[in-house]
């Protein structure tokens, strides 16, 4: 457990409004992306079944977020996942990705509509050029919840996630979701995989966004292939 100050109400003071200049590692996720060569391979009754997969993702910035002393910059993002054979979603998944500058510590919460919702924890370095967060089953902290029919029939016991930035701007992931299928003794290596290409610039976090309609000049460097 990391040492914590007694005082846990007071909040930072002047905190810097401007989030995308704040996230550390996260900057280079922010925006929209596209990727087509998506590899899934998911639990079926025969067996492994693995698809190729069409991506669409979106991240956000938010405003800066304080718990009491602890700071965090983020973003908001939704994944959206087709098959080239089915116009019906094949995977959908939103929540936040987390940095601590004080700390390195680096978040990323996840919800996906089978009725599960994960907090997967990682550190890095601001400029770091790999990202690895991780959560476990059981844990009240970096944990996994799911409901109690996947409880019962692929019971999720780990969740690990793998971020590779490369050169041009686009980025890579790599992510493993242990699950215990009912029936079977061993684990099932639930694995996906993509390489992102940037579709949008992200928007000015909103309080920015209010800062710049009352005439203050909003600045801020753009990234390799953030056009
Ligand atoms: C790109 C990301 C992902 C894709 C494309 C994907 C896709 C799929 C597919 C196609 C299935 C089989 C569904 C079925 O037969 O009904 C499946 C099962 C499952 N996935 Fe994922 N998944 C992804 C990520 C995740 C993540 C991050 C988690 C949890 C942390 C997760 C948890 C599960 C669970 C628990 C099942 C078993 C439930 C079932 O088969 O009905 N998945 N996934």
Redesign the pocket.
């Known amino acids: 457990m990391p040492a914590f100050p007694d005082d846990i109400f007071t909040e930072p003071e002047d905190v810097d409004p401007d989030t995308l200049a704040n996230l550390g590692p996260l900057r280079r996720l922010a925006g929209g992306w596209e990727g087509h060569g998506?590899v899934?391979i998911?639990?079926?009754a025969d067996g492994p079944?693995t698809?190729a997969?069409l991506?669409r993702s979106l991240f956000q910035p938010i405003d800066p977020q304080a718990n009491g002393p602890q700071l965090f910059y983020g973003l908001r993002y939704h994944?959206h996942?087709n098959t080239p054979e089915e116009d019906i979603t094949?995977?959908d998944?939103t929540g936040y990705w987390l940095w601590e500058p004080a700390t390195g510590l680096v978040i990323q919460t996840?919800a996906?509509p089978?009725g599960?919702i994960?907090i997967a924890s990682g550190q890095a370095e601001p400029d770091a050029t790999r990202l690895v967060v991780s959560a476990e089953r059981g844990r009240t902290d970096y944990g996994?919840c799911?409901t109690p029919f996947?409880e019962h029939?692929?019971r999720?016991d780990s969740?690990r996630l793998e971020v590779e930035f490369h050169e041009d701007g686009s980025w890579s992931y790599v992510?493993d979701?242990m699950?215990m299928v009912r029936g079977h003794t061993e684990a099932f290596q639930?694995r996906?995989r993509?390489l992102l290409t940037r579709t949008s610039a992200p928007e000015p976090n909103p309080l920015l966004r209010v800062l710049a309609e009352r005439g203050e000049p909003v600045v801020r460097a753009t990234l390799p292939g953030e056009g």
Request: aromatic share 12%; no cysteine.
């Open positions: 998506g899934d998911n639990p079926k079944e698809r997969f991506e994944i996942i094949f995977h998944q996840l996906i089978r599960q994960a996994i799911s996947l029939a692929f999720t969740y992510s979701t699950l639930h996906d993509n």
